[in-house]
């Protein structure tokens, strides 16, 4: 065996010995800490929600009993959890512009990095306030430690006694079945879902990535068994930014339902449709040639419709994503934001668009896969396309930034006790962007990494 080999082996031999030495999955943090419930009550793999989990949160996170309201809790129990990662990784992009000696500017190379990391601090903190008021706050950081308020609101559930009446306000994910801030992926490039921020080339149009919390006021309803759901919120079209730094009077709303029906022993199925509609300040008062924040006027429109299906056939189950985006074609022209990107195209009065600017439109298609071999192991692999259906500009190739996305992983979870979780990562990220390398070529960019996801 060559030296490479046996450093490898010996260190597979002290992972299966380290990991394999932990105690069995129980619960989560937080919340298992409140009922005493396991881990696989709740949660599909930590920190995917299952069925029941689904029901528990739109419940407002509680059973519907006694345990439900402060007054009744230990007085030692204190609703908190922190998550972060340490991790290594390796990362690679192609078709680098860099410098060389015969000038700036003139060529093209593969940068590729390895090393050791950890990501940002999450401080999670949610419950009831008092039975049908329920509340969660998330400070989170970046790996520097500069912290922002990633979600922060206040509910009332079951007004006058009734399922279908439940109001949400503050900043909040959108109502997605598939939701990113439980996403299983981490790698730079599928730790988020590229269908809910795919933005075309050209366009300006930051708003409309329905993956980001949003500031707003929700409405929930649901049956008793949780198998109908219906939601529509109301938010300001800032993206999730406080202090509406945009257009200080454009909104957009984002409207979900989704029926769950049963198959017997496959289990729950669940099939819905969301509506992301809504407009954005294209214009910004300006001063010594700079936009004002919260000047914004000129909105135009945009939009987002999809279509969703969870389907479950015994350890393995499937994720499925279509969605149709549209932008103004103001948005498409590369206006919309410069707050963000100073000196970038702002709709002043007499301003006139080339003959050859588009509305943009694009769909997005998105599988991913789980075979959940047990409760403390899941296999997980997705696959992304993104395909314009009509580019920003006559003068953009017809295939211009689509996207093709590949993520192949596991997660091996030992621990996940009533005080805390801990998950074994390991994932590998492909993607290709086509055209946009600076010859015009195509681009990719790939993604390893392999670390510890624990939480307290």
């Keep these: 065996m060559t030296p490479s080999r046996r450093s490898l082996a010996g260190?597979?031999?002290?992972?299966?010995?380290?990991?394999?030495?932990?105690?069995?999955?129980?619960?989560?943090?937080?919340?298992?800490?409140?009922?005493?419930?396991?881990?696989?009550?709740?949660?599909?793999?930590?920190?995917?929600?299952?069925?029941?989990?689904?029901k528990f949160k739109d419940n407002g996170y509680q059973l519907m009993n006694d345990r439900?309201?402060?007054?009744?809790?230990?007085?030692?129990?204190?609703?908190?959890?922190?998550?972060?990662?340490?991790?290594?990784?390796?990362?690679?992009?192609d078709k680098n512009s860099v410098d060389t000696p015969a000038g700036p500017n003139t060529g093209l190379a593969k940068v590729t990095f390895t090393g050791f990391n950890i990501t940002g601090l999450d401080f999670h903190t949610g419950g009831t306030l008092e039975k049908n008021i329920s509340f969660?706050?998330?400070?989170?950081?970046?790996?520097?430690?500069?912290?922002?308020?990633?979600?922060?609101?206040?509910?009332?559930?079951?007004?006058?006694?009734?399922?279908?009446?439940?109001?949400?306000?503050?900043?909040?994910?959108l109502d997605n079945l598939l939701s990113e801030k439980r996403i299983l992926t981490l790698t730079a490039i599928s730790g988020v879902y590229q269908t809910y921020h795919f933005i075309p080339v050209g366009d300006a149009n930051i708003f409309g990535q329905i993956g980001d919390n949003q500031l707003g006021v929700e409405w929930m309803g649901h049956s008793v068994n949780d198998r109908t759901r219906l939601s529509a919120s109301l938010f300001s079209s800032t993206d999730g930014n406080v202090d509406s730094p945009y257009g200080s009077n454009s909104y957009s709303g984002f409207f979900?339902?989704?029926?769950?029906?049963?198959?017997?022993?496959?289990?729950?199925?669940?099939?819905?449709?969301?509506?992301?509609?809504?407009?954005?300040?294209?214009?910004?008062l300006t001063s010594a040639g700079t936009a004002l924040p919260s000047t914004g006027t000129g909105n135009k429109n945009f939009s987002r419709v999809g279509f969703i299906g969870q389907f479950y056939f015994g350890k393995f189950d499937t994720q499925v994503v279509t969605q149709h985006g549209h932008d103004n074609v103001?948005?498409?022209?590369?206006?919309?934001?410069?707050?963000?990107?100073?000196?970038?195209?702002?709709?002043?009065?007499?301003?006139?668009?080339?003959?050859?600017a588009r509305a943009p439109s694009w769909n997005g298609f998105l599988v991913e896969n789980h075979y959940v071999y047990s409760p403390q192991l899941i296999f997980?692999?997705?696959?992304?396309?993104?395909?314009?259906?009509?580019?920003?500009?006559?003068?953009?190739?017809s295939n211009l930034g689509n996207i093709d996305m590949y993520t192949f992983?596991?997660?091996?979870?030992?621990?996940?006790?009533?005080?805390?979780?801990?998950?074994?990562?390991?994932?590998?990220?492909?993607l290709r962007s086509v055209g946009t390398a600076p010859d015009g070529t195509d681009q990719t960019s790939s993604a390893l990494i392999s670390g510890f996801d624990f939480d307290f």
């Design 136 to 173: 969660y706050v998330l400070p989170s950081s970046d790996e520097t430690g500069a912290f922002h308020f990633e979600q922060v609101f206040g509910r009332l559930d079951n007004l006058f006694g009734s399922p279908w009446l439940n109001v949400k306000l503050g900043k909040f994910e």
């Design 68 to 93: 439900d309201a402060p007054i009744w809790q230990n007085p030692g129990y204190w609703p908190v959890t922190f998550r972060i990662i340490p991790y290594w990784q390796r990362q690679s992009t």
């Design 409 to 430: 992983g596991f997660r091996y979870m030992p621990i996940m006790t009533s005080r805390a979780g801990f998950a074994w990562h390991n994932e590998y990220s492909w």
């Design 256 to 284: 979900a339902a989704s029926q769950a029906f049963d198959t017997g022993r496959l289990g729950v199925q669940r099939i819905g449709a969301y509506a992301m509609v809504g407009e954005a300040a294209t214009s910004y």
């Design 330 to 356: 103001w948005f498409g022209a590369g206006f919309g934001n410069p707050i963000d990107n100073p000196g970038g195209p702002n709709n002043t009065p007499g301003t006139v668009l080339p003959a050859t």
């Design 11 to 54: 260190f597979l031999l002290f992972a299966f010995l380290l990991l394999g030495s932990f105690q069995s999955a129980n619960a989560l943090p937080a919340f298992a800490r409140k009922y005493g419930l396991r881990c696989s009550a709740c949660h599909e793999a930590w920190p995917m929600l299952n069925y029941f989990g689904q």
């Design 380 to 397: 997980i692999q997705r696959s992304e396309w993104e395909r314009m259906s009509q580019q920003a500009s006559t003068t953009f190739a």
